[in-house]
């Protein structure tokens, strides 16, 4: 059996060796569009992170039987292509959630709590100067009393309405398929969740009723102080729209996800006058030692049970 794995930079130092146990493997670091094709022609099982798989990719690999997308997410491959030829397409399912909200607090405690201000005013030699034991001049605020508001209450949703629980908020949630009922927390429309909250974060995919969910308009209506966090996907928040409410109201925001990634050099995010209220990581949510592990892991197993049939 041929297996091609084709953007294996994206696990990192994740031992890959199980594969090696189940076939004939080839290791690609990363796969340009270009190199796409001939590197899944003669394959048996393609794993692929985020290289794109189209119809003509498919129509073009006789020998392939199964696409293993190493996400949860599958909106890189063509599925009516792959059904058409009798392949299976299997991805893995709640590997990160875990990493994901432990990040969604990483991103809050990073734009509410001022590490950064505060270690470098330690180490550039401010504080040994400083005439007092303290320094108050970046406050702080607490969970505790505040009002969570969570946009998309799937799994990592719950996770972390369970986390701010903990801390002492209160907790709602807006259901972006309009599907979702939870009998433990306030369900309530999007208008109300982001004037109320003080602490807003995205957790649904990117679909019709999400894409550019919140747009210029929409961010105005955050309260002031906010902090709006987007660890759901690119595309569901108009990122032009952040660039310029960053600028023009005292919102914070922390975006673990971009439409496109890795993003563009002249982004208006990197153009943004009021850089401390901006906090952008480079899709690392996912990336836990721990869920590296899991995510391989399952992508072996799904080979294997396919193999198995």
């Not at 794995?5 to 594969?19: C, K, R």
């Not at 040994?128 to 009002?147: C, L, N, W, Y």
């Not at 972390?160 to 309009?178: I, L």
Request: hydrophobic residues 40%.
């Amino acid at each position: 059996m041929k297996i091609v794995i084709l953007d294996a930079l994206t696990f990192g130092d994740t031992s890959l060796g199980g594969f090696f146990k189940l076939g004939d493997v080839d290791v690609f670091q990363t796969t340009s569009p270009q190199q796409t094709q001939e590197r899944i022609t003669h394959a048996d099982v393609i794993v692929t992170n985020k290289v794109v798989i189209t119809s003509e990719h498919i129509s073009n690999s006789p020998a392939l039987k199964l696409i293993c997308v190493a996400a949860t997410g599958m909106n890189n491959v063509d599925i009516d292509a792959a059904k058409k030829r009798g392949i299976e397409v299997k991805n893995v399912s709640g590997y990160s959630t875990d990493s994901v909200i432990q990040h969604t607090f990483s991103m809050l405690f990073y734009l509410v709590g001022h590490p950064r201000y505060y270690d470098e005013y330690v180490k550039d030699g401010s504080y040994a100067k400083s005439q007092i034991f303290t320094d108050v001049s970046q406050p702080f605020f607490e969970i505790k009393g505040k009002r969570w508001g969570i946009i998309g209450l799937g799994e990592i949703g719950r996770g972390v309405a369970r986390v701010a629980e903990a801390f002492g908020a209160d907790v709602c949630y807006f259901s972006t398929s309009g599907k979702n009922s939870n009998a433990e927390y306030k369900q309530v429309e999007l208008e109300e969740l982001l004037k109320r909250s003080h602490i807003i974060s995205i957790h649904a995919p990117l679909n019709d009723k999400t894409a550019n969910l919140l747009g210029y308009e929409q961010l105005l209506m955050c309260r002031e102080e906010a902090v709006v966090l987007n660890l759901g996907r690119g595309g569901i928040i108009d990122e032009a729209a952040v660039a310029r409410v960053v600028d023009e109201k005292n919102i914070s925001f922390g975006l673990d996800v971009l439409s496109r990634e890795p993003m563009e050099e002249s982004h208006p995010l990197l153009s943004v006058k009021n850089r401390d209220n901006l906090y952008i990581t480079p899709h690392i949510a996912w990336t836990s030692v721990e869920a590296r592990q899991k995510l391989i892991a399952g992508v072996i197993e799904n080979i294997k049970s396919s193999i198995s049939r």
